[in-house]
């Protein structure tokens, strides 16, 4: 069974600040793991995605996350804020040997950016 | 190329009528996953068809039922709504291969509301 925790259903920086979504997931199987970015009245975004490999992943729009095994852990950061950034963040897990088909998600994080 | 096209974007419906939603995945892509979001539950998945054949399943009742067509094409039916059934339903598409470092594109959702 998989799941996902994302620690803070709402969080709020100032423009240029540092941003850091706090993510933690279960799985009984190596993961892939996901940051999706959702805009008002939108679909999903992927931002970023790790599957194997290097742990430090670098997605759009200034985005990293680190994969931490011994933590089960998977935090997003970007080191400034930026107004464009104010939308819902969404932690996602699926098993290895699953096509992108099942996924399940966090609750979701809404950052929102103080000028 | 065209991205996952779902209609309506908007729907209103009364208590107990039924309802089908549309998705047009992108083409070459032959895995469909469905996807209902709501304040309370979240992004909670409701199943996936892969060439024409429901490959997973969540735990929804049977009210909500799918198939695929030959063109990848999706649609998703809600039979005797209820109230809850109020949500923005995400449709998904993938290549679909099992294993495979593949991504999952999201539409923008329709929204159904249940009065």
């Known amino acids: 069974a998989q799941s996902v925790t994302q620690l803070g259903s709402h969080v709020s920086v100032s423009e240029g600040a540092l941003v850091l979504l706090r993510c933690n997931y279960s799985?009984?199987?190596?993961?892939?793991l996901f940051w999706y970015v959702q805009y008002p009245n939108q679909g999903l975004q992927l931002l970023l995605k790790?599957?194997?490999?290097?742990?430090l992943v670098k997605g759009i729009n200034g985005f990293e996350a680190e994969f931490k095994k011994s933590e089960t852990s998977f935090h997003l950061t970007k080191p400034s804020a930026h107004m464009s950034d104010a939308a819902e963040y969404f932690c996602?897990?699926?098993?290895?040997?699953?096509?992108?088909?099942?996924?399940?998600f966090g609750s979701g994080t809404r950052l929102s950016i103080r000028p | 190329k065209a991205g996952v096209t779902q209609t309506p974007r908007y729907l209103i419906k009364t208590r107990g009528q039924q309802v089908t939603l549309s998705c047009s995945p992108i083409?070459?892509?032959?895995?469909v996953s469905w996807y209902q979001q709501t304040p309370g539950q979240g992004l909670q998945f409701l199943f996936e068809?892969?060439?024409?054949?429901?490959?997973n399943k969540g735990n929804f009742p049977g009210r909500f039922s799918g198939r695929q067509f030959s063109n990848s094409r999706s649609e998703m039916n809600v039979s005797t709504l209820e109230l809850g059934d109020s949500a923005l339903y995400l449709c998904?598409?993938?290549?679909?291969?099992?294993?495979?470092?593949?991504?999952?594109?999201f539409g923008q959702g329709t929204r159904l509301t249940v009065v």
């Open positions: 996602a897990v699926s098993p290895w040997y699953s096509s992108a088909s099942k996924i399940i």
């Open positions: 799985s009984s199987v190596p993961p892939y």
């Open positions: 998904a598409s993938s290549l679909g291969d099992i294993g495979m470092n593949t991504e999952a594109f």
């Open positions: 068809y892969f060439s024409e054949t429901q490959r």
């Open positions: 083409s070459g892509h032959r895995s």
């Open positions: 790790y599957t194997t490999g290097a742990t």
